[in-house]
């Protein structure tokens, strides 16, 4: 009896890691599109919940054309593809200074959603950087 509660509860926890795995690559994707939301971090998450609860996802995941060398190449030498680099930090400014002069009235508002970009930038721009192969 004890033998059969521990293994639903240990089924159910994996079912719940994939699930918050997949809910992370959901949001990671998204982030891809939106600026304030960071990718990396997400897919990492993603990454390491697939790992510690379904073997098959985390392999699917890694060999992902797009995403499973950006994983990697983030979790064995902590870079940054430039044209990433790039890509983030203009959607990233864009948004930001679209915000700043069309949406938002608040001085310290404009303050502070320009002391984030700075920072988000600054933090990007920390990574090392590699160019992709074709």
């Not at 304030?36 to 919940?49: I, K, V």
């Amino acid at each position: 009896m004890v033998q059969r509660i521990r293994k639903t509860f240990f089924s159910i926890k994996r079912y719940l890691i994939a699930g918050a795995g997949t809910l992370s690559l959901v949001l990671g994707i998204i982030g891809i599109f939106l600026p304030l939301l960071p990718t990396t971090p997400f897919l990492l998450l993603t990454a390491y919940c697939y790992l510690k609860s379904s073997p098959r996802l985390y392999h699917w995941l890694i060999n992902q054309p797009r995403l499973g060398a950006y994983i990697l190449n983030y979790q064995k030498y902590k870079v940054i593809p430039v044209k990433a680099k790039i890509s983030a930090i203009s959607l990233l400014w864009t948004s930001i200074l679209f915000c700043i002069i069309f949406v938002v009235d608040m001085l310290w508002l404009r303050i502070l959603l320009f002391a984030i970009a700075t920072g988000v930038t600054i933090h990007i721009l920390s990574y090392k950087s590699y160019r992709e192969e074709k």
